[in-house]
């Protein structure tokens, strides 16, 4: 158990609706990641969050946004879902700002139908 | 961009065999490579790691080295087991920047009976 809590772990939904994706880090963790991985894909890193702030962007579709909240956990929302938005999406965690080693949480594992 | 380039994408090797997976790094910046070993369906977990001071780490089977003046370095797996099949993914990332850190696209690595 890497202490990263991700809800659902499990969704289905169709073509054109948004959903919410939820994390909460490791405790005492300041930074949060979001990365997506489709089949056979490797990680496509998506936003990062450090301390409710928006540290760095990778290819996040205009679609998508994400935010931290004071508390530290994030959410990830998708919206005008699409076929290929069917992935499964990981939550990461890490300390503060010079923290390196980044720890996984279990994912989120959406199929748009 | 900076980048980070895995290889091979697929590997098969004998049980019992060695495996060797190799990353080179386009950032000169960057002093710490982690390891991340995924098993199908599972999160990405840290199996082992190595900063720029040292040139080779090990950790029973697995090994890691590291060569900062041709930018590259390579996970090295001896003895290959059946719960050795996973998909490997390195990174690198400058320390003290977590916002850098930069993932290779991954390894299927299976261990054949």
């Known amino acids: 158990d890497s202490g990263v809590t991700q809800t659902p772990k499990h969704l289905i939904t169709a073509t054109g609706q948004r959903v919410t994706l939820r994390c909460s880090p490791r405790?005492?963790?300041?930074?949060v990641y979001w990365y997506q991985q489709s089949l056979d894909q490797g990680l496509q890193f998506l936003i990062q969050?450090?301390?409710?702030?928006?540290?760095a962007k990778g290819n996040i579709l205009e679609r998508f946004s994400a935010q931290q909240f004071p508390d530290l956990h994030s959410e990830l929302n998708l919206s005008s879902l699409e076929l290929g938005d069917s992935a499964l999406y990981f939550c990461?965690?890490?300390?503060?700002?010079?923290?390196?080693?980044?720890?996984f949480g279990e994912g989120s594992w959406l199929t748009v139908v | 961009g900076e980048n980070v380039e895995q290889h091979p994408s697929t590997l098969s090797v004998q049980e019992g065999d060695s495996a060797v997976i190799k990353c080179t790094y386009s950032?000169?910046?960057?002093?710490?490579f982690p390891w991340y070993k995924q098993e199908l369906g599972k999160r990405p977990q840290l199996i082992i790691d190595?900063?720029?001071?040292?040139g080779e780490k090990k950790d029973q089977r697995i090994a890691v080295t590291l060569n900062k003046t041709a930018k590259h370095f390579s996970l090295h797996i001896t003895e290959t087991q059946p719960e050795d099949s996973a998909v490997y993914f390195c990174?690198?990332?400058?320390?003290?920047?977590?916002?850098?850190?930069?993932f290779g696209k991954g390894t299927r690595l299976h261990i054949l009976p």
């Open positions: 990461a965690s890490s300390g503060w700002a010079g923290a390196n080693t980044i720890y």
């Open positions: 405790s005492g963790d300041l930074s």
């Open positions: 969050y450090y301390n409710g702030e928006e540290r």
């Open positions: 950032d000169s910046a960057s002093n710490y």
């Open positions: 190595i900063r720029s001071n040292v």
């Open positions: 990174a690198a990332t400058p320390m003290n920047r977590d916002d850098k850190i930069i």
